[in-house]
């Protein structure tokens, strides 16, 4: 009975017509469990030996790839049908192809995968930074470059644990830095003056739960009625609602409103409101439900909190100018809506609530996300924090220069 040879044994013999031939096996086929077998062939026993020597010192490194024709466009489509597609909700897939098919492909698609190399990548991501868009008016913002990045990256780790390629060439790509946006946020007597417009208009509820719970603009316009446990002050946050782009470049719309879950697990939370506000969710959903019969028939059942009046969806754009109007309303700075946002968190960390609180608040997945964000307030903090112990050496200071002045002066 032969004996069958482990991965990385090879043997060598002559064939009938002369020639040399090396015969090596590499590993195993995961289709069919059978060895993989590679041949090499040459005019000398020497000549094949050599051949068959190279190839095993890189199985026993673990740096040998079978050689393959296969290109980047080709791996990318069948890593993200064969081992992201299950995985992904359809908005991220529908994103994902439109990054390979938009952006990568027509720069990178054709190089076979085992060609591709650390400056081709780098030479990719330096084109997108400026002139990656697509309508030619100037590069991406870092933000895309580095969803581009990180699918790109993901895709050649894939091709690395399966043995397709060495080594994961976009490792060592250097990205465009991320713009630091100023955080802007009401100071506590805007906040005031706001609050004293927002009851003129219908929604002005939805901006006091915003100030009150710092939900994102999706999180608040997709919250139903039953996310909302009144006996007990909670909102949770199981649905978002927000404007998705539609990736038909047939289709003459452009994009839609969708529901959808929290991108992630700290995305799905409970968040306390405070009792007050819990008092103006009630007369809210009393007038919602005098709506509701006004407009019988019509009235669109999404059992949302905030919707117009026959119970459709609000557009994030459209609350966003209902906003704007309020803050001129108010005689305030114009800012954007997510400000509501950073103001809660602001005043929860100026009120001394533990970051790791505010973290899970927010949703944010690490509390590292929160502190980078909220640097400005830690800033305060830390002053703060330096001014409660000012006192310890103050009167330390004094005592020294009153039992010895003039040595602390020649000091």
């Known amino acids: 009975m032969t004996k069958k040879k482990s991965n990385g044994e090879g ?3 002559k064939r009938n017509d002369g020639k040399w031939c090396a015969q090596l096996t590499i590993g195993v ?4 469990g059978k060895l993989k077998r590679k041949f090499f062939y040459g005019k000398t026993k020497k000549e094949v030996h050599e051949k068959m020597i190279n190839v095993q010192s890189k199985l026993l490194t673990g740096s040998y790839v079978e050689s393959t024709k296969l290109t980047l466009s080709d791996w990318l489509y069948t890593w993200l049908d064969t081992y992201k597609k299950n995985d992904l909700r359809a908005r991220t897939y529908q994103s994902y192809e439109y990054l390979i098919r938009i952006h990568i492909n027509p720069h990178l698609g054709n190089i076979q995968l085992k060609n591709l190399n650390h400056e081709q990548i780098q030479n990719f991501y330096n084109f997108l930074s400026s002139k990656g868009r697509i309508d ?4 991406l913002s870092p933000k895309t470059i580095k969803n581009i990045h990180t699918l790109l990256h993901e895709v050649l780790e894939k091709a690395v644990q399966t043995q397709k390629i060495y080594t994961n060439v976009a490792k060592t790509a250097n990205l465009p830095k991320k713009e630091n946006k100023e955080i802007k946020i009401l100071s506590k ?12 208009n219908r929604l002005g509820i939805a901006f006091i739960v915003s100030l009150a719970t710092g939900l994102r603009v999706g999180e608040l316009l997709g919250l139903r009625w039953e996310d909302v ?4 002050n909670i909102l949770n946050v199981n ?5 998705v782009k539609l990736f038909d470049e047939n289709s003459s719309v452009k994009s839609k409103l969708a529901f959808g879950e929290p991108k992630t697990a700290a995305g799905k939370r409970s968040v306390s409101i405070p009792p007050c506000v819990t008092e103006q969710l009630k007369k809210h959903k009393k007038k919602q439900n005098e709506e509701r019969l006004v407009f019988d028939g019509v009235f669109n059942e999404h059992n949302l909190v905030f919707c117009s009046q026959i119970g459709i969806p609000i557009d994030p754009k459209n609350l966003d100018r209902t906003f704007k109007s309020l803050l ?3 005689e305030l700075e114009k800012t954007n809506l997510h400000a509501l946002r950073h103001t809660y968190a ?3 960390l100026e009120a001394n609530e533990h970051p790791k609180t505010v973290q899970e608040l927010l949703g944010h997945s690490t509390i590292s996300t929160t502190l980078d964000i909220y640097s400005h307030v830690n800033s305060e903090l830390k002053h703060s924090a330096a001014k409660k112990i000012e006192h310890l050496f103050t009167s330390a200071t004094d005592t020294i220069i009153k039992e010895s002045p003039l040595n602390y002066m020649i000091s």
């Open 11 to 13: 043997s060598i013999y």
């Open 29 to 32: 086929d995961p289709s069919t």
């Open 136 to 139: 030619g008016k100037g590069g």
């Open 189 to 200: 007597d805007d906040q005031l003056l706001f609050l004293k417009v927002v009851n003129s």
């Open 229 to 232: 446990d009144m006996d007990n």
């Open 239 to 243: 649905q978002t609602i927000g404007r």
């Open 328 to 330: 001129k309303k108010a």
């Open 346 to 348: 602001t005043r929860l």
